[in-house]
């Protein structure tokens, strides 16, 4: 293999295997809206527990994505990236099932019990540390066995699964409800809408079996042989494959020594804003609750669903756009760009619920603020936490800004019912603010990575 040209078809395989990840990310995330209602049924309202023992139970999995992304940096330092991966895909399986079937080993069927939901808990529990897991380490492979030309439109294919497979799990719930009684949901329907992620992550699992470890990860652990190898076959060269390993080689270090800020606080904190920008811009909001939202502004229940579907599209689209641009315009252009639109859209929002104005202009200016979203932090924040930090930090610091972002994901996800219902144009007009900041936080101090390899990272904080 001496062409000295890239093994595209073959990146592109170890690229799809790695995005699995980020599909079972968006699955697992997103399909507890099919089946909250009859959890309610099943586990809340037999008990006689109140609504925040419902919410606590629905929003259980970010307890575990917020563990997944805090350890996840141990783990792939340790285990390595694939070997981590592996580990999420077990938990995906295992929360699959048990969430479907929580009765299993320990518990009869249709008796309700404290210890049920407490079970129910726990395997929810483990596939939100399958999430953070994934969430981490899924863009991390991907950024550390890509090419630095098309770096970031393979990490950007991330953030695609991970729309698509909460797109998908929309549909799958859809189709396992349509045409059924309420009573056969709320008994065993929403069962099947867990257990239908078993089926993906055991197929993000076996195929895990046939992908290299990253050459990055090979090289800190002195695998040289290896790297080389995986090297070669992705730049089509022994040659090129050297000389990649060779400047490799000259900033790994001992990892397992190095202290977290070897390179300044500078680049850590860089990557915790990033992380808590693109929560507090608000978008989980709008994901978790437009429903709601679209209720709230004067839509009826079907025409809100059906919103709900026409933005599932537009966030397909417009992650589609970043893709095809994260390598031609850079990072910085399509974050701050992003930042405006957003910007705008809420502020938008804000007005026109601060009138009491509701109609098609809430739902344009909603689809606004979600596609300029899409087209820059969504999959932008995930490449730029991926590739901006140097070798020999990368598994902790890309930890310690996952599981920034999940705190702050849990914090605007569960302070929203609060902040709309005490003013719903003041919370439209924050997140507009924080879209602005995050504009105002970019252009001062998020260097560009565009068409830089991994190894020059390390140049720009030194």
Same mark, same amino acid.
């Given at each position: 293999?001496?062409?000295?040209?890239?093994?595209?078809?073959?990146?592109?395989?170890?690229?799809?295997?790695?995005?699995?990840?980020?599909?079972?990310?968006?699955?697992?995330? =997103?399909?507890?809206?099919?089946?909250?209602?009859?959890?309610? =049924?099943? $586990?809340?309202?037999?008990?006689?527990?109140?609504?925040?023992?419902?919410?606590?139970?629905?929003?259980?999995?970010?307890?575990?994505?917020?563990?997944?992304?805090?350890?996840? #940096?141990?783990?792939?330092?340790?285990?390595?990236?694939?070997?981590?991966?592996? @580990?999420?895909?077990?938990?995906?399986?295992?929360?699959?099932?048990?969430?479907?079937?929580?009765?299993?080993?320990?518990?009869?069927?249709?008796?309700?019990?404290?210890?049920?939901?407490?079970?129910?808990?726990?395997?929810?529990?483990?596939?939100?540390? #399958?999430?953070?897991?994934?969430?981490?380490?899924?863009?991390?492979?991907? !950024?550390?066995?890509?090419?630095?030309?098309?770096?970031?439109?393979? @990490?950007? $294919?991330?953030?695609?699964?991970?729309? $698509?497979?909460?797109?998908?799990?929309? &549909?799958? *719930?859809?189709?396992?409800? *349509?045409?059924?009684?309420?009573?056969?949901?709320?008994?065993?329907?929403?069962?099947?809408?867990?257990?239908?992620?078993?089926?993906?992550?055991?197929?993000?699992?076996?195929?895990?079996?046939?992908?290299?470890?990253?050459?990055?990860?090979?090289?800190?652990?002195?695998?040289?042989?290896?790297?080389?190898?995986?090297?070669?076959?992705?730049?089509?060269?022994?040659?090129?494959?050297?000389?990649?390993?060779? /400047?490799?080689?000259?900033?790994?270090?001992?990892?397992?020594?190095?202290?977290?800020?070897?390179? #300044?606080?500078?680049?850590?904190?860089?990557?915790?804003?990033?992380?808590?920008?693109?929560?507090?811009?608000?978008?989980?909001?709008?994901?978790?609750?437009?429903?709601?939202?679209?209720?709230?502004?004067?839509?009826?229940?079907?025409?809100?669903?059906?919103?709900?579907?026409?933005?599932?599209?537009?966030?397909?689209?417009?992650? @589609?756009?970043?893709?095809?641009?994260?390598?031609?315009?850079?990072?910085?252009?399509?974050?701050?760009?992003?930042?405006?639109?957003?910007?705008?859209?809420?502020?938008?929002?804000?007005?026109?619920?601060?009138?009491?104005?509701?109609?098609?202009?809430?739902?344009?200016?909603?689809?606004?603020?979600? =596609?300029? &979203?899409?087209? !820059?932090?969504?999959?932008?924040?995930?490449?730029?936490? !991926? /590739?901006?930090?140097? *070798?020999?930090?990368?598994?902790?610091?890309?930890?310690?800004? @996952?599981?920034?972002?999940?705190?702050?994901?849990?914090?605007?996800?569960?302070?929203?019912?609060?902040?709309?219902?005490?003013?719903?144009?003041?919370?439209?007009?924050?997140?507009?603010?924080?879209?602005?900041?995050?504009?105002?936080?970019?252009?001062?101090?998020?260097?560009?990575?565009? #068409?830089?390899?991994?190894?020059?990272?390390?140049?720009?904080?030194?």
């Amino acid at each position: 293999m001496n062409s000295g040209k890239k093994n595209n078809s073959y990146i592109f395989a170890i690229t799809f295997v790695a995005t699995l990840g980020g599909l079972l990310f968006g699955y697992d995330t =997103a399909v507890i809206s099919g089946a909250e209602q009859s959890l309610e =049924a099943y $586990l809340i309202v037999p008990l006689g527990l109140n609504s925040l023992v419902h919410g606590a139970t629905v929003s259980s999995a970010l307890i575990g994505c917020i563990i997944g992304g805090a350890i996840s #940096g141990w783990l792939s330092t340790r285990l390595g990236r694939k070997r981590t991966l592996q @580990v999420a895909s077990v938990l995906f399986f295992i929360s699959a099932l048990g969430s479907g079937f929580p009765e299993t080993f320990f518990f009869t069927k249709n008796e309700p019990s404290i210890a049920l939901l407490a079970m129910f808990n726990f395997y929810r529990i483990l596939g939100g540390v #399958g999430v953070g897991l994934a969430s981490a380490v899924s863009p991390m492979y991907i !950024s550390e066995i890509s090419p630095a030309d098309i770096r970031g439109r393979l @990490v950007s $294919l991330n953030q695609f699964a991970i729309i $698509l497979g909460m797109l998908v799990v929309y &549909f799958v *719930n859809w189709g396992i409800a *349509n045409g059924q009684t309420i009573e056969w949901i709320n008994s065993v329907g929403w069962r099947y809408m867990f257990v239908s992620e078993a089926i993906p992550a055991a197929l993000f699992g076996i195929l895990l079996l046939f992908v290299p470890e990253t050459p990055r990860y090979l090289a800190l652990v002195h695998e040289d042989g290896k790297a080389l190898s995986v090297l070669a076959r992705i730049n089509g060269s022994k040659e090129k494959a050297h000389g990649i390993l060779m /400047e490799i080689k000259e900033t790994v270090g001992e990892t397992l020594r190095t202290g977290i800020f070897t390179y #300044g606080k500078k680049v850590i904190i860089i990557g915790i804003l990033l992380s808590v920008f693109q929560q507090f811009v608000g978008i989980n909001v709008v994901l978790y609750y437009a429903p709601r939202i679209f209720e709230n502004l004067g839509a009826a229940k079907d025409a809100s669903l059906l919103q709900t579907i026409v933005m599932g599209f537009v966030n397909v689209v417009f992650t @589609v756009v970043a893709i095809f641009t994260v390598d031609k315009w850079g990072r910085r252009p399509l974050l701050i760009t992003g930042s405006i639109g957003m910007a705008i859209g809420m502020f938008a929002i804000s007005t026109l619920s601060f009138n009491n104005i509701i109609g098609m202009s809430t739902l344009i200016f909603i689809i606004i603020y979600t =596609a300029a &979203f899409m087209m !820059s932090w969504g999959p932008i924040c995930w490449v730029l936490i !991926s /590739e901006i930090f140097p *070798n020999k930090i990368r598994g902790k610091a890309v930890a310690i800004a @996952v599981a920034f972002q999940w705190i702050a994901n849990y914090l605007i996800s569960s302070t929203f019912p609060f902040m709309v219902g005490f003013s719903a144009w003041m919370t439209y007009g924050f997140y507009g603010l924080m879209s602005l900041l995050s504009a105002l936080f970019v252009w001062k101090m998020v260097p560009e990575t565009k #068409g830089k390899s991994l190894e020059q990272m390390e140049h720009l904080f030194k």
